[in-house]
């Protein structure tokens, strides 16, 4: 049975792991990036706490010892269903079982300025931007003789208050505190601004009640202006105005406001939601197709427990990945094609942290809720649990450590990156701080 996926996220790679020198497969994983990116940490990256490399990890070594899985390097440009192909930058590929783990993309939901100013974080190349920008911003502050231009270089808008908003609040807020007064001795940093807004009346939406006021709590405790039920209503690079007719005037606005799902071409309008998600059945088979499936964020299923689709997280895209493996065996068992497992999601907590010795931790199973010191122990544990490679959980590690006991970000370098707006991209030249 040939297999082809189409994504090296979570969902993707766990699926190519679990088909991994089973006989009968020959498994073809496509991907535009030649490594698996762990998306949890990207923000780290993003405030200079952690290397690209310490959270990217090369697809072709986790299958060195491989004998069924192949990899290609390539965007793929459609699907064909009534072919059984798909086509490629690189040419077209035949499949027995089509597996779309595309994952999901920023949604700024129609609005081409933020496209064009707003600085996303779904990519690691877009964390080195947000990191670049941030540290030019207070180059830029040195050199500035304008107080007002002084005042939008030293303000960030944070829009979206889940947990990549509110670890990026935590995070951009500790440099203020412990790292930038240093680099920078000549900033006055008690006028540095960073805004949470907040569409709805709380942060972290999908946790406990105590989550949600703990999380606010800590950000303000460290210096950020929580702002909910608010949204962003447009920027044009320089101000920001609210929903509710105030403006902030600033350089840097960071996008963690909604994401959608990547549905390639070629997949039934009529099939595709809200969120730009595909419509799956309890396999994780799109609907009306008799060998194409669509696995984790750009997976829509209602279950009994989750009408409303599950959640976009990295756990329910592992789950399913292994849960089809399972019965992409049973099918080519043959004898046990008809012991298909339906998929059923456990949820076992969902976390966030917010800063040094301070997180939130929900368990379901028993009801518990943690916070501060203990969950935040707990929050790094598993997180190095899931980050691939014994050398990259070692860096991790050692990088966290560094930064507890000296209060600094170790990697706040600026090497050649491509500069936003995308449409307009040129080259930056390597920065050293």
Known sequence: ????????????????????????????????????????????????????????????????KSKNVRIRLTKVTGVVPAENKITTEVGDIEYDQLVIATGADTNFFGNEKLVEFAFPMKSTIEALQLRHRLIENFENVVVSDSEEE????????????????????????????????????????????????????????????????QSQ???????????????????????????????????????????????????????????NRIKVDRYNKILGMENIYALGDVAYMETPNYPKGHPQVANVAINQAKNLANNLRRIEMKSKADMLEEFE????????????????????????????????????FLHLVLILGVKNKLQVFINWIYNYITHDQ?????????????????EIQYIKT
């Open 150 to 213: 002084r005042q939008k270089l030293m303000t960030v808008v944070i829009v979206g208050g889940g947990p990549t908003g509110v670890e990026l609040g935590g995070a951009i807020a500790e440099m203020k505190k412990y790292t930038l007064p240093r680099d920078y001795p000549e900033i006055d940093f008690s006028q540095m601004k960073i805004f949470l807004l907040e569409g709805t009346g709380a942060t972290l939406g999908p946790m406990s009640k105590k989550s949600q006021e």
């Open 345 to 380: 999601y456990h949820d076992k907590g969902s976390m966030a942290t917010v800063g040094r010795n301070l997180a939130v931790v929900d368990i379901p199973k028993p009801n518990l809720h943690f916070g501060g010191f203990f969950a935040w122990l707990i929050w790094m």
């Open 1 to 64: 049975m040939k297999v082809v996926i189409i994504g090296a996220g979570f969902a993707g790679l766990k699926l190519a792991q679990s088909l991994d020198n089973k006989a009968g497969f020959d498994v073809l994983l496509i991907d535009k990036f030649n490594f698996h990116q762990f998306q949890p940490l990207f923000y780290q990256v993003a405030t200079g706490g952690l290397d690209a490399s310490n959270i990217s990890f090369p697809l072709r070594k986790a299958f060195h």
């Open 217 to 275: 709590k800590y950000l303000e405790k460290l210096g950020v202006n929580v702002i909910l039920n608010t949204v962003l209503k447009d920027y044009d690079g320089e101000t920001v105005i609210l929903s509710n007719g105030e403006t902030i005037k600033t350089a840097t606005v960071i996008w963690a406001a909604g994401i959608k799902g990547n549905v390639p071409e070629g997949i039934d309008p009529s099939l595709v939601v809200r969120g």
């Open 410 to 426: 170790s990697l706040r370098l600026i090497f050649k990156v491509f500069y936003r707006p995308r449409t307009q991209q040129k």
